[in-house]
């Protein structure tokens, strides 16, 4: 399923080379989206693109192979709290370093009213301070990550489809010959039967068509991809969040701390 990040480096640049194939792949995919059209991207592919630990890891891999960061969003997917990945988009977990003890030193942030908006999609919620969901996170991804590109994707998933099994074999084909995807699909945990079920299909199904696999990078190491630590936010993003709430009126402590 993955390849070293130097494998993916190479591959790429032979396979950009490759005009069969890369004819096959627009036929495959139809027109490609516009943010390919620029050039070859490093990519991660999320509901909400945010300036996660995460993040911070695939940005210095990219930067280690001199290829751009591009984030995919799908912001009409459903928000939804029993996801800890959403969860945590909603709940914000900043990071300050290890304790004396040796323990992760966090502090948590809500931004979201989870009653009312759990199950809603992405692109419809709003912060406690009214400001809409999505834009927040991307103001505070791009004020960190100035050069990256953020495409939200839900239109062009939704004429695929719109449902995970119909359009992740297209969004795997965007790998073959034009970009890296950085990812960890895991094999236990709440996202096993996802990958199972949705991503092997998917992968054997555009091996069969093309005659080689997506080039598909992992973050991390198989041993830390289940670390919760990856969904919090560097410590001192938690400063820029706090201002925007001291400047609200009308949200109580309790609110946010819980």
């Known amino acids: 399923m993955y390849v070293t ?16 194939l890369r004819r096959k ?4 995919l139809g027109e490609l989206p516009d943010f390919l059209q620029k050039g070859p991207r490093a990519v991660l ?37 029993g996801n800890p990945d959403k969860l945590a988009l909603g709940k914000m977990i900043f990071h300050h370093g ?14 979201i009213d989870f009653n009312r908006w759990d199950g809603k999609p992405a692109n ?18 791009t004020s960190y990550y100035p050069t990256v590109e953020v495409h939200d994707c839900t239109e062009w998933l939704k004429t695929l489809g719109g449902k995970p099994e119909l359009f992740w074999p297209r969004v795997l084909g965007l790998f073959v010959c034009d970009c890296i995807l950085f990812e960890n ?26 005659g080689c696999a997506p080039l598909i990078v992992p973050l991390v190491s198989q041993e830390r991809e289940q670390e919760r630590y990856w969904s919090w936010y560097p410590g001192e993003i938690e400063n820029q969040v706090w201002q925007v709430l001291n400047a609200s009126s009308g949200i109580a402590n309790s609110q946010i701390r819980s």
Do not use: M
């Open 5 to 20: 990040l130097e494998q993916a480096k190479t591959n790429l640049r032979q396979r950009r080379k490759d005009f069969t």
């Open 25 to 28: 792949v627009r036929d495959y």
């Open 45 to 81: 592919a999320r509901q909400l693109a945010s300036p996660t630990l995460e993040f911070q890891q695939f940005a210095a891999l990219a930067e280690q192979i001199d290829l751009l960061p591009a984030a995919l969003d799908f912001t009409g997917d459903k928000f939804y709290s």
């Open 98 to 111: 290890k304790g004396r003890n040796g323990g992760d030193k966090t502090s948590p942030c809500r931004v």
């Open 124 to 141: 419809q919620i709003e912060t406690l301070w009214g400001e809409d969901f999505v834009a927040f996170h991307h103001r505070l991804l």
């Open 185 to 210: 699909f895991h094999l236990d945990g709440h996202e096993k039967a996802f990958t199972r079920d949705i991503i092997r299909p998917a992968l054997t199904q555009v091996e069969e068509y093309f």
